[in-house]
């Protein structure tokens, strides 16, 4: 079973990096909305700040690189470079799922980033069905002290696991076994999609559970419909994997929606943004956080500084889309009138 856990981490990777995964025809639906063009901003550009705190670290940015790998060396290589890229940027950054460490000890290694990034604000990750199948508060509480994390990512991902031969597919009367793991831990629980969004509904049970944020991780990035499709080699659950290619709700649509049901959550926003122009739209739609992996991914698997660069190039778009409409700050980005739904 620990193995191809590993070969399923492997493969994941491979086909990320080398695979076209995104949707054919889903989008994340922020090409809708535009900022409103201050000509006159009467602001300097270095007086815009990006700086949020969120669980009680400071961020230089409010970026996230989400949850992607671990469990096998490329995966420990790619983490470290992200961690560092992280640590120098001051960013947030989220491991991959960390089952295959806690049921093969010796891949603990390939998740443990403090090493280059002793600062940064770190998220443990588990699927959440694993609790549907034996794990309890106290393998999650492994999982954050495995990583000296400051929170741990949740991950929901019943269609992923509907796609392919073996998946996890118990997922009844888990919202109780989430309220019980927030109940215990001592930190922070996010619960986190994978790339299909979070509807209302579902948003409600996570707050019901008391998760203290909800990651969107809406459609329109990363299909892992089509990359279940490349790793499976039996005709009828490609097929099924193809039929669910634009399956979701688009990120800017699930943001919205659980804005609207959740005044009063912490809300990331991921799922296909690609630059500091969405970064900014999702901050201004109700992110308090925006994360990005591919983009990342794609840098780390050449360099830390590759890494660094992405992460510079991505800040720098945030900063200057928030001088050309006049905001100084975050909270002003969200004010009424900066983002406005483009005309059909």
Same mark, same amino acid.
Request: hydrophobic share 45%; glycine share 8%.
């Given at each position: ?87 120098? !940027? ?33 998220? !443990? ?25 400051? !929170? ?193």
């Amino acid at each position: 079973m620990p193995a191809r856990h590993t070969q399923r981490k492997a493969d994941h990777l491979r086909i990320n990096l080398e695979e076209d995964v995104s949707f054919p025809n889903l989008t994340t639906g922020f090409e809708r909305f535009r900022f409103m063009h201050q000509a006159l901003p009467e602001l300097d550009l270095d007086a815009v700040s990006t700086e949020v705190s969120l669980f009680g670290k400071r961020l230089q940015a409010p970026l996230l690189i989400s949850s992607m790998t671990g469990g096998t060396t490329e995966a420990e290589r790619i983490n470290l470079r992200l961690a560092e890229a992280a640590e120098a !940027a001051g960013i947030a950054m989220g491991v991959g799922s960390q089952r295959v460490a806690l049921e093969s000890p010796h891949q603990t290694r390939s998740f443990q980033v403090r090493r280059v990034a002793p600062h940064i604000l770190l998220f !443990a990750n588990l699927g959440a069905v694993q609790l549907n199948k034996g794990y309890s508060a106290e393998d999650c509480l492994r999982a954050v002290e495995m990583i000296q994390a400051d !929170a741990l990512i949740l991950h929901l991902n019943p269609l992923q696991e509907a796609v392919q031969i073996g998946g996890d597919v118990h997922w009844a009367g888990l919202a109780q076994k989430i309220e019980a793991v927030c109940r215990a831990l001592p930190v922070p629980v996010i619960a986190k999609e994978v790339g299909w969004g979070i509807s209302p509904r579902t948003a409600q049970l996570l707050a019901d559970a008391g998760v203290a944020a909800i990651d969107v991780a809406g459609g329109g990035g990363t299909s892992w419909s089509q990359v279940e499709r490349h790793r499976s080699d039996d005709p009828l659950m490609q097929r099924l994997a193809r039929s669910f290619f634009d399956w979701g709700i688009p990120t800017a649509e699930s943001l919205l929606l659980v804005n609207e049901t959740l005044p009063e959550m912490i809300l990331f926003a991921s799922g296909g943004l690609r630059t500091g122009i969405d970064v900014a739209k999702s901050l201004a739609l109700g992110a308090d956080l925006a994360g990005m992996a591919a983009p990342f991914l794609h840098a780390a698997a050449d360099s830390v500084e590759a890494v660094a660069a992405e992460i510079e190039a991505v800040a720098t778009e945030l900063r200057v889309a928030m001088f050309v409409s006049g905001a100084r700050d975050l909270q002003a980005l969200r004010e009424p009138g900066r983002l406005v739904i483009d005309s059909p």
